[in-house]
C-alpha cells in the first residue's frame, strides 16, 4: 500500500524529496549451482521523506534495512517499485542527470575500520570521491582540509593513516567523505552501532550538527530505538522486511500501535544517547525470510495473533492520521 507520512500537511508545501513506492528486493538462494528459493529481503515497501527531515528505520537484524538502503542509493537494483528523488524517477534517468543524483546521494556505513581504505591516507580517502568526480588536486587537498575540520577533526589528520586514528575519529573522517560532493541525502547505516556509548552520541550529535548546517536529509538506520528517537522525525518500523509502523518519533515512542513496536519499545530503558543501559532483545525466533509466515509475517511472534491473520496480510492503515499501522486489529 502507498502511505505519505504526513498526510495532514498543507498542500502547499513542498512534495516529498524522497519518495518510494513498492520497492521489492528478494535474493536467490543457491546451493552450488543450484537456485534453491528465495529470501524476500524487501517485500513492498512505500514512504516518503521531506526535504532536511530525518525518517528513521528500525527494527531487528534481518529485517531488510541495510537492502532498503542499498536499494535507493543504487548499489543493487529492485525486482520492483519507484524512487523518486525531487520529483523525479531515478530509474528513468538519462546518464547526465543519473550521475548528480548519484552525486547527491551518499552512505555511511556501520563499521568505520573497513569502510576506509587502509593503505591511503585519511586526506587520499576524504578525497577520493572528488578525484573520482574529476576534482584537481589543488582543490581536493583543500577541501579535503576543510571536510576535516568540519567534522571535528584538524586538518593536520590528512597525513595521517587509518590506522593511527581511533573507531570515532574513523567514522568522522567516513562522515567528511560521505560529504565530499555536496550531497543532499545521506543514509547513515547503523553508522554508531560499532562505537562506544560514550563516542556515539559524540557522532550522533555531530551529524545533527551538520544536518542543520547544510540542511541535509538523512534516512537513518538503526536497530536501537533509543539512537533512532534521538535522531529522527518520523520513523519505520520494519518487520522481515515490511514496514508494520510509520509515523513521527514522538507518537512511535508516546504510542506505539503495532504488537512488534510495543514489545520492540517496552525491551528498552527510557531515552538518553548517553545511556550505558543494556537494550533487552525480543523474545522467540525471527522466521526465516527464506520462507515467511503467510499473513501477518509477525504472527509466529505475536500473542494477539487471530485465524484472519495466518490468512490475510494486513495492510498499511491510519487509525490516526498520519499514523500507519499494518495489523488486523487495527480497521481504521
Ligand atoms: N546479497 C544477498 N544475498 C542473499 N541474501 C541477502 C543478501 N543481502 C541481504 N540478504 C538477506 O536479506 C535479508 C535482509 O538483510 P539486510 O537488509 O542486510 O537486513 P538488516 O540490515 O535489517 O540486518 C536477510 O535475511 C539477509 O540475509
Ligand atoms: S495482524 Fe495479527 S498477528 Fe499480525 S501483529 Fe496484528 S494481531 Fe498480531
Ligand atoms: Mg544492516
Not at 532498503?68 to 523518486?84: C, K
Not at 586538518?155 to 543532499?184: C, D, M, T
Request: charged share 20%; glycine share 6%; with cysteine.
Amino acid at each position: 500500500m502507498q502511505q505519505t507520512l504526513n498526510p495532514e500537511r498543507p498542500l502547499a508545501e513542498a512534495p516529498p524529496f524522497l519518495s518510494v513506492r513498492n520497492l521489492r528486493k528478494q535474493f536467490p538462494v543457491r546451493i552450488g549451482f543450484r537456485k534453491t528459493g528465495y529470501v524476500s529481503a524487501v517485500d513492498d515497501i512505500s514512504f516518503d521523506v521531506q526535504q532536511g527531515e530525518t525518517l528513521g528505520i528500525v527494527g531487528e537484524s534481518g529485517c531488510g534495512k541495510s537492502t532498503t538502503a542499498r536499494l535507493l542509493l543504487r548499489l543493487i537494483e529492485p525486482d520492483a517499485g519507484t524512487v523518486i528523488l525531487n520529483g523525479r524517477d531515478v530509474r528513468k534517468m538519462d546518464r547526465g542527470e543519473d550521475k548528480v543524483v548519484r552525486r547527491s546521494m551518499q552512505m555511511v556505513f556501520q563499521d568505520p575500520y573497513t569502510s576506509v581504505n587502509p593503505r591511503m591516507s585519511i586526506g587520499e580517502n576524504v578525497s577520493f570521491p572528488m578525484k573520482a568526480h574529476g576534482v584537481g588536486k589543488a582543490e581536493r587537498h583543500e577541501r579535503a582540509a576543510l571536510l576535516l575540520e568540519q567534522v571535528g577533526l584538524h586538518p593536520h589528520h590528512a597525513s595521517y593513516f587509518p590506522h593511527q586514528l581511533s573507531g570515532g575519529q574513523l567514522q568522522r573522517v567516513n562522515i567528511a567523505r560521505a560529504l565530499a560532493l555536496e550531497p543532499k541525502l545521506i543514509v547513515c547505516d547503523e553508522p554508531v552501532s560499532a562505537l562506544d556509548k560514550s563516542i556515539q552520541a559524540q557522532v550522533l550529535n555531530l551529524l545533527k550538527d551538520l544536518q542543520e548546517q547544510l540542511k541535509l536529509t538523512y534516512l537513518f538506520i538503526s536497530h536501537d530505538l533509543n539512537v533512532v528517537e534521538y535522531m529522527s522525525d518520523h520513523v519505520l518500523v520494519m518487520y522481515l522486511g515490511q514496514v508494520v509502523e510509520a509515523c513521527s518519533s514522538e507518537e512511535l515512542y508516546r504510542e506505539p500501535l503495532h504488537p512488534y513496536s510495543r514489545v520492540l519499545l517496552s525491551s528498552i530503558p527510557k531515552v538518553d544517547p548517553n545511556s550505558s543501559a543494556p537494550v533487552e532483545p525480543l523474545g522467540g525466533e525471527i522466521p526465516s525470510p527464506l520462507n515467511p509466515p503467510s499473513g501477518c509475517r509477525f504472527r509466529t511472534r505475536c500473542p494477539f495473533a487471530m485465524e484472519v491473520c495466518a490468512r490475510e496480510r494486513p495492510i498499511l492503515r491510519q487509525p490516526s492520521p498520519g499514523h500507519g499501522v499494518a495489523c488486523h486489529l487495527y480497521k481504521a
